[in-house]
């Protein structure tokens, strides 16, 4: 399958988790992809599992929370791809921070915000004028089940991608004329860097949940499915659907991917 051939990708957190697998289905798509991330090993990680598609592939380190990195990182990434416009970006950089909400942070709360919800729109700001030179463009952001649904000690988390899933309604009804997509996925219940704290970003946030976490309050999240968390690619395959011509009709709403987990 070659649904992107010639077509030209940006993928934010593309040096772990959902991030990378998505940059590696794409490529395997015949998209050419610039991948950014604020770990350069991740990224280096990133070319290595590319393979033979490396050579459509090239890195950016970026910080997404940072407004002079953003608007610097997306211009070199447009340009590297050509400058002449962008097709497709996705927005899958983002951190995780758990705890009693009682005994969170300030600092805490709003490093959350910033990077996940502020980080999307510095990006999907600097991207816009590209995007509207491109061809069929569409924008997958990173929503998350717990936008909708209760996951205890993540109120930052759920409150950041809440304003993410929000955000791509009002983008998709702004930017529609203009011929530009806007769609989110909810991932749930997928193993990731971030999940399972393996992702540089992640490491440096400190503990997950706390140590006297009440399992109880977690009945709600086991899949359906009965197959346990998936991995990323689960989340990739839709995320590539999304942003191909496949998914031309799609715009202004979000689709869960958590193997039943909120049926």
Do not use: C
């Not at 992107?4 to 990378?20: D, H, P």
């Not at 980080?119 to 999907?124: A, K, S």
């Amino acid at each position: 399958m070659d649904r992107y051939e010639n077509r030209r990708a940006l993928v934010t957190g593309g040096g772990s988790g959902i991030g990378q697998a998505t940059v590696l289905r794409l490529l395997a798509e015949g998209g050419t992809v610039v991948a950014a991330d604020v770990s350069e090993a991740g990224l280096a990680d990133t070319v290595a599992k590319a393979g033979a598609d490396a050579d459509r592939l090239t890195t950016l380190v970026m910080n997404i929370a940072d407004e002079e990195s953003v608007r610097a990182g997306v211009a070199a990434a447009v340009a590297g791809l050509g400058g002449s416009g962008l097709d497709v970006l996705v927005n899958a950089a983002g951190i995780l921070r758990s705890g009693h909400t009682e005994h969170v942070a300030l600092a805490d709360f709003e490093q959350v915000i910033r990077v996940n919800l502020v980080g999307t729109f510095l990006v999907v700001r600097e991207a816009i004028p590209a995007l509207r030179d491109g061809s069929d463009p569409a924008v997958v952001n990173f929503s998350s089940t717990s936008a909708t649904f209760a996951h205890p000690y993540m109120a930052a988390y759920a409150a950041s991608k809440g304003g993410i899933q929000s955000m791509t309604h009002a983008l998709a009804a702004e930017y529609g004329k203009q011929g530009i997509r806007f769609t989110a996925v909810q991932p749930g219940s997928i193993s990731s860097g971030m999940t399972d704290g393996s992702g540089e970003s992640r490491q440096s946030q400190g503990p997950g949940l706390p140590e006297d976490t009440d399992w109880s309050l977690f009945t709600k999240l086991t899949p359906a499915l009965g197959e346990g968390f998936a991995g990323p690619e689960a989340v990739a395959g839709v995320v590539a659907m999304l942003a191909s011509r496949d998914g031309k009709f799609i715009t202004g709403t979000e689709i869960r991917i958590d193997g039943g987990t909120h049926y």
